[in-house]
C-alpha cells in the first residue's frame, strides 16, 4: 500500500476531498456545539462538553493526514464516517477507488 | 497560619461560605458558555472553547479546597476573584475575618 504512486492530478484531487471532508465534520461540530452548549444547565454538562471536545480535537487533528503513504486509509475512514463519498474521490484511478471502498467495508 | 483552630460552628460556616462560591462561580460559567457556543462560528473558536474550558476545568478542581490548614488562602482568593463576599463569612471569629481580608488584598 505505501507503494502506491499519485499523480499531481490524483494529489490535486485528493487535497480536495480532504478538505471537503473537514470542512463537513468541522461544520457538523459547530452546529452540535451551537445546539447543545445552549441547552447545558448543570457543571455537570459543563465538563462532559469539554471531555467531548477532548476526544473530537484529538481525532481530528490525527485524522487528516495527507500524506500518500496513509490517504487510502484516511479516505477509508473518512467515507465510513460519512464525511466523504465518491463524487469527491471522481478523477482518482479505479485501482486507488476499489481499495479506498475495500478498506471502508473492513 | 496552619495552626488556626475551627470551630464547628465556623466549620459548618466554611462549608456553607465554600458551597455558595461554587454556586456562583459554576452558574457564571454555565452562562458563559451557553451565551458563547451559540455564536461560535467557526472550527477555532471552537478549540479556543476547549482551551477555555480545560483552564477553567484545572482551576475550579483545584481551588475548593476545604482543609482547615488552607482554608483563609482560599476564601482569599474567592474574595479576590468576587464570588465570595464578607456576608458568606459572618459568624467566623474577627481574627479569621481580618487574616481573610488582609490575605485578599494581596
Redesign the interface.
Known amino acids: 500500500m505505501n507503494k502506491i504512486d499519485w499523480s499531481s492530478q490524483e494529489q490535486a484531487i485528493a487535497h480536495q476531498a480532504i478538505q471537503n471532508a473537514y470542512a463537513r465534520e ?1 461544520h457538523a ?2 452546529q452540535l ?2 445546539q ?3 441547552q ?4 455537570g ?3 462532559r ?2 471531555d467531548y ?2 476526544a473530537r ?1 484529538h481525532q481530528i487533528d490525527g485524522k487528516y493526514d495527507e500524506r500518500p503513504a496513509t490517504l487510502l486509509f484516511v479516505f477509508a475512514d473518512l467515507i465510513k464516517e460519512g464525511w466523504l463519498n465518491l463524487e469527491d474521490l471522481q478523477g482518482l484511478d479505479p485501482d486507488k477507488l476499489a481499495k479506498i471502498f475495500s478498506l471502508a467495508k473492513m
Chains 1, 2 share one sequence.
Do not use: C
Open positions: 468541522t461540530l459547530i456545539i451551537n447543545q452548549a445552549s447545558i444547565h448543570d457543571i454538562e459543563v465538563w462538553l469539554h471536545l477532548s480535537r
